[in-house]
């Protein structure tokens, strides 16, 4: 259906609900008055026209912005309007925030780039390479065709499949896919551009079908970690030019309070998360199945009349005085704060050239690990090919802490959909009661939920099922089903998606 017949449908449904003509006072007079089920129809079908509407917009913004170029100078679309850019235009049109705005003008462009971001055909592109070079008479590389990553996101867009939110979040969180080096001969690049162009267009994909069960950082979090996995080389570079960017520094505003600004490596941003995730959790809705000394510290720190903020600066300036003489416990508690990194090796040994944090899912290079193990060693966990670790039994009621690694690197933290809390903040739910003759703490019959979701699952009369390794199913009270899926960078971590391959040196 096409976007303005769409709207056109959906108005006299929306209307239906609340009353044609209704002004802004009568609307929410009818809403308050609805029942639970029909205010959340309501709430989806207005949000399915402005999705819709959205599309209008972008599209508007993006043809204002090809008639705002510099190149037009003051005869522009925008300028003629006394508007500095297209994006100032759009921000005043829409009454929205110049993020907001400039965002809409990016995907708009985007939008109607079709064919235009490259080489690399685009339309009519077929997923079947092989097919198309035969067909065609030809086996060179040449005759390769590659779907461009590019307008499957665009479809998506049209297609309502992702906002332009979304949408803006994996174009910018995958970037384009890496090229071969200058002098390599023209049909090791042909084959090269082919299988990173795939590769980014599959990607593009994924994350599309992820896109309605994840937040939009999320989502954009997630497009990096697989551009970084997909691309190792680059994950290297990206990663190292962070590293350059990092500072700290201080100032006096004009009340005479100190500030400071920091911009974190990635290896320090991730270290400082853990530290104070592990010290803040109790406040931050963390698991309640922990020994009894920390149950103790947590109920302090509940009820301590500091604001998180106030704690999280005690708590720093508690580590810049205790230094490397800090005694842990009191500092951290009594769990002290490190990064644990993910990292796959193959049957013969072989590292993967990429490492993923246990919390965020947050990419480093193989160097970091490496420098890491020296420090704190490793915990080797043996997993199949879709990162389901072994069992280890009906060892005791509650699981181990090696199980909960292996639920960690399995999950990625909690499996309810929409819920982006890491694995830290996670409780191991049996899906068999432990009572029952069948239950047993086995990680394949385990899985992650944050507190929330725990409790939400106990006393809401959910419950999980799974059958064998297969897909864990989570059971509706009203009777649907949904899947409950691992974080799609950890798919691709266990092989789900092949990398393309290293990059091709020219010859000599």
Known sequence: MRTLDAIAALIPALAGRIGAGAG?????????????????????????????????????????ARRSTRDAGHTGLAQARGHRSAASLVQELGGMSKGEAARQVRVGEALLDDGRDGETPSEGASADVGADAEASGAGAPDALTTR?????????????????????????????????????????????DHT???????????????????????????????????DPDGAEARFLARYEKRA????????????????????????LDTIFNAALR????????????????????AADPRTNDQLSYDLLLDLIRAGALADPAAVFGTRQAGVRLVQQITGDGTPA???????????????????????????????DASGNPLDVGRESRLFTPKQRVGLAIRDG????????RPASYCEAHHIDEWT????????DRGILLCRFHHMQLHHGRWHITRHHKHDFVLHHPDGQRSVLHPRLPLRYAWGDTDPPPKRIHPTA
């Not at 479809?155 to 994996?170: K, M, N």
């Not at 029952?436 to 990680?443: A, E, L, P, S, V």
């Open 24 to 64: 802004a006072s009568e609307v929410q007079a009818v809403v308050e008055g609805l029942a639970d089920d029909a205010a959340v129809a309501v709430l989806r079908e207005a949000g399915e026209v402005g999705r819709l509407v959205e599309q209008v917009q972008v599209i508007c913004a993006g043809v204002i």
């Open 148 to 192: 461009d990553w590019r307008q499957v996101l665009r479809e998506g867009l049209r297609s309502g499949a992702v906002t332009s939110a979304q949408f803006d979040a994996i174009r910018r969180g995958l970037g384009d896919p890496p090229t071969a080096p200058d002098g390599c001969p023209d049909a090791d690049r042909a084959a090269y």
């Open 196 to 230: 990173t162009g795939d590769a980014w267009a599959e990607a593009a994909v994924q994350l599309i079908e992820e896109a309605g069960r994840r937040t939009v950082e999320e989502l954009a979090a997630a497009a990096r970690t697989v551009r970084d996995l997909l």
């Open 248 to 271: 700290f520094r201080t100032w006096f505003d004009p009340d005479g309070v100190r500030r400071a600004s920091i911009a974190f490596d990635d290896e320090g941003g991730a270290y």
């Open 282 to 301: 109790p406040r931050r809705g963390g698991p309640r199945f922990v020994d009894p000394t920390e149950k103790a510290s947590a109920a302090d720190l």
């Open 353 to 383: 050239r990429i490492a993923v944090t246990e919390d965020g899912l947050h990419t480093v290079p193989a160097t970091v690990a490496e420098r890491r193990i020296c420090d704190t060693g490793t915990l080797p966990v043996t997993v």
């Open 413 to 420: 933290g909690c499996r309810w959909a929409g819920c982006d």
């Open 436 to 443: 029952r003759d069948d239950g047993h703490t086995n990680i």
